[in-house]
């Protein structure tokens, strides 16, 4: 659906893209994840036709963002990350503004606007719709940035950073929202929150320094953390150091860690490429072990993407120095 191929970006002499490819396919939900200055907004940018990339292009369903940019605003909706209004202007009366730019017919345009304030939480539990836009707290402006979106139903959302100035309550609502619209529409919302990335999305795209660092599902990600030889157990029956050494013992095992929890021996285990799991049941059994869990580990996202962002700092820190 939405194909991006080496997308680079100098905004003088700042690289802020630096050679992307990735592909979006129709109905998914993408988050777009980088620590600040990463070069989410730019990319988010240049797939709506904001901004003209320095090299490298983007096509939605074949269409150059470029060269048939009218044709692909079309098919996008676009909240960025300041949503621009006009401050003296009336929520509904902006919105009819905006419904007018779209090209909704003047008869259909109260109606679509009556449906996007209220997936926008904009007409209850309080009627906003008749305040000036300069008056509204930042979080509403967000929600009325939304409703601006999705007053002609694109087919692609392009959100970046839509939770950012929302309380707790909408900021749970607006992930609720984002799934809901999943299947009709493909979505990309950039975020610098993993959790609610990895909460949301169907497909995870690192950046970092503008370079593409990690890209898959969240599931995908995780098992990449944690690699495939990661296993933990924990064990009790025995001394814990007896324990350790009993696992280290085994074939194929390079490194053991124990740890005690409750009279439990917790042991982080580094195997080599074959699955010791059945072994360590089976030392188990002969030494009269009790053994509570076995399994591979699953790293956490957070270290991943902490570990991809101080890497990239490195870079950036020895390109300075
Ligand atoms: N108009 C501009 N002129 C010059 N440099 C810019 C401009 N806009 C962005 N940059 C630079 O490009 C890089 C990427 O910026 P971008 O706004 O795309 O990052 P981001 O991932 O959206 O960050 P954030 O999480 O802070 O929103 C940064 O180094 C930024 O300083
Ligand atoms: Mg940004």
């Keep these: 659906m939405i194909d991006v191929k080496h997308l680079t970006k100098w905004y003088s002499q ?24 990463a070069g989410k907004s730019t990319t988010l940018k240049i797939i709506t036709c904001f901004l003209p990339a320095s090299s490298g292009t983007v096509t939605l ?21 300041n949503v621009p209004l006009y401050e ?15 090209d909704i017919p003047a008869k259909r345009r109260p109606a679509a606007i009556d449906r996007v304030c209220e ?14 836009l300069g008056e509204l707290s930042r979080g509403y402006k967000q929600r009325v940035g939304l409703a ?35 299947g009709d529409h493909t979505v990309i919302f950039s975020s610098h929150i993993l959790a609610e990335v990895e909460q949301t999305c169907d497909d995870i795209i ?32 025995a001394a814990p150091e007896d324990i350790a050494k009993g696992v280290e013992g085994l074939a194929g095992i390079s490194a053991v860690e124990s740890s005690q929890h409750n009279h439990w021996t917790r042991l ?22 009790d053994l509570r869990e076995l399994r591979r580990a699953t790293g ?21 120095g």
């Design 268 to 289: 982080d285990i580094q195997a080599g490429d074959d699955d010791p799991r059945k072994d360590i049941f089976q030392l188990a059994k002969t030494q009269n072990w």
């Design 119 to 132: 997936r926008c939480w904009l007409s209850s539990p309080e009627d906003m719709t008749r305040r000036r």
């Design 148 to 182: 601006e979106v999705l007053l002609h139903n694109p087919p692609v959302l392009v959100l970046d950073e839509p939770t950012i100035g929302l309380d707790p309550a909408q900021i749970r609502a607006m992930r609720e929202l984002i799934r809901e619209l999943s």
């Design 14 to 37: 700042v690289l802020a893209v630096d050679n992307i490819s990735f592909r979006v396919e129709k109905g998914r939900i993408v988050g777009f994840l980088g620590p600040n200055g």
């Design 206 to 237: 690192i950046i970092a320094g503008g370079r593409l660092a990690a890209a898959g599902t969240p599931a995908e990600l995780r098992q990449r953390v944690a690699g495939p030889s990661r296993i933990v157990a924990e064990l009790k029956g």
């Design 88 to 102: 003296e202007m009336r929520v509904r009366e902006y919105l009819t503004f905006r419904a007018a730019l779209r």
């Design 300 to 320: 956490s996202l957070e270290d991943f993407f902490v570990q991809i962002t101080y890497e990239q700092s490195m870079r950036t820190d020895r390109a300075a």
């Design 61 to 81: 369903n074949g269409l150059d963002v470029l060269s048939e940019s009218l044709a692909v605003r079309r098919q996008i909706g676009y909240m960025p990350e």
